[in-house]
């Protein structure tokens, strides 16, 4: 069963630190990941989008990177800012397919 | 263009009521897609279209649900009767074909802001 699984469920960090939010999934074949970031009361929108032969993309402050042998993704946020507290879904799209699977998220609060 | 627009942005009903929540795609959007999200499950997906054909349903999670896509620039999504385990925030997203866009927006789809329904 394809699944996307995402970790920790929801952190809390000081303005200016940094972190770094998980991703596993089993979705298979693979054919692009992305990271969303969701703002309380909105709908999601799209940070970045890997595919297979990427291992590394930067969108501002954002780092994703993506082991597709491992099956891995991972989203590195620097000097975090407060308008960072939203909740980060990872989504998997299975090749050939347009549905999506979805991870369940992360909320992050950033303190000042 | 405004991006995917929903309405209402709140609804509260009484279980038993009919429910109506409306959507309008981006404009030129080939697929529409809507979903349900709640805290214990995340994102699920409901049903989506192609060029305003039902293609996959078999996240309607019974026949309270239904969908319909009468033109290009618009969805509707109803529960008839409405229950309590139907309180949710559904999206109604919409994107481009996979062969039609470039590598920059591959396959993303546009959320838009969401309805928030209530069934007391």
């Known amino acids: 069963k394809n699944q996307v699984e995402q970790s920790p469920q929801s952190l809390i960090i000081l303005e200016g630190k940094n972190c770094t939010l998980q991703c596993n999934y089993t979705v298979s074949p693979f054919s692009n990941l992305r990271w969303y970031k969701q703002d309380t009361g909105r709908g999601p929108v799209s940070l970045t989008i890997?595919?297979?032969?990427?291992n590394t993309k930067s969108n501002g402050r954002y780092t994703a990177t993506l082991d597709a042998d491992t099956k891995q993704s991972s989203l590195h946020i620097t000097a975090s800012q407060l308008s960072d507290s939203a909740s980060y879904i990872c989504?998997?799209?299975?090749?050939?397919?347009?549905?999506?699977?979805f991870g369940t998220g992360t909320r992050l609060l950033v303190s000042p | 263009d405004a991006g995917v627009i929903q309405s209402p942005r709140h609804e509260v009903t009484e279980m038993g009521q009919e429910v109506t929540l409306r959507c309008k795609p981006i404009s030129g959007h080939d697929y529409l897609f809507w979903y349900r999200q709640t805290m214990m499950r995340g994102l699920e997906l409901l049903i989506y279209?192609?060029?305003?054909?039902?293609?996959?349903d078999s996240g309607m999670p019974e026949d309270r649900f239904s969908a319909k896509m009468p033109n290009a620039s618009f969805s509707t999504l109803k529960i008839q009767p409405s229950e309590p385990r139907d309180s949710a925030v559904y999206f109604c997203a919409s994107s481009l074909a996979l062969d039609r866009v470039d590598y920059s927006s591959y396959n993303e789809q546009f959320f838009g802001p969401g309805t928030r329904l209530t069934v007391l």
């Open positions: 279209f192609n060029n305003n054909v039902p293609i996959d």
């Open positions: 890997m595919t297979f032969s990427e």
């Open positions: 989504v998997v799209r299975e090749k050939g397919f347009q549905k999506l699977v």
